[in-house]
């Protein structure tokens, strides 16, 4: 899964934003058991990135939560 921007978060309907953070949330479980097995990871970056992606993903999902209310 490709590192999303804010513009592109909030172009996305609930359904597919949904679908992208179980996917960003899985690929991120992998990496880290990677890590964690001793196994250096193909991008050591990647991680903090997905990180990032996932927190900006949240961040905008309560904002728009709070801008329906």
Same mark, same amino acid.
């Given at each position: @899964? /490709? ?15 949904? !679908?992208? $953070?179980?996917? $960003?949330?899985?690929?991120? @479980? !992998?990496?880290?058991?990677? !890590? &964690?097995? *001793?196994? @250096?990871?193909?991008?050591? *970056?990647?991680?903090? /990135?997905?990180?990032? &992606?996932? /927190?900006?993903?949240? &961040? ?8 329906? !209310?």
């Amino acid at each position: @899964m /490709a590192i999303l921007r804010s513009s592109e978060i909030r172009d996305k309907k609930p359904k597919d934003l949904e !679908k992208s $953070l179980n996917e $960003l949330k899985s690929e991120l @479980m !992998k990496l880290n058991s990677q !890590k &964690t097995s *001793g196994r @250096m990871p193909e991008n050591p *970056g990647k991680i903090k /990135a997905l990180r990032r &992606t996932i /927190a900006r993903i949240n &961040t905008i999902k309560k904002e728009s939560e709070v801008s329906k !209310k």
